[in-house]
């Protein structure tokens, strides 16, 4: 099991360096935001966990949230 932790953050950590080599450090931070959503979307399909429709709401708020300042970052 030691050896899929390693995996995974080794994976997770090339990822943030290519993310960071290849756009900007803010548009790189602002995906973060991202990550609890599509946790709780991910143990929805997989664990089968319940989700609400607060729960929905919450991940589209935060997908908009995302959109709107990337959307405006790029523009500047």
Not at 8 to 36: C, E, H, R, Y
Not at 38 to 43: C, E, G, N, R, T
């Amino acid at each position: 099991m030691s050896w899929q932790i390693f995996a995974v953050s080794l994976g997770a950590f090339l990822i943030l360096m290519w993310l960071l080599q290849n756009n900007k450090a803010n548009q790189t931070s602002t995906l973060f935001f991202l990550v609890p959503p599509v946790s709780a979307l991910l143990a929805y399909i997989m664990l089968q966990e319940k989700f609400i429709i607060l729960d929905f709401l919450g991940l589209f708020l935060s997908c908009l949230g995302v959109f709107v300042v990337s959307k405006f970052q790029n523009k500047n």
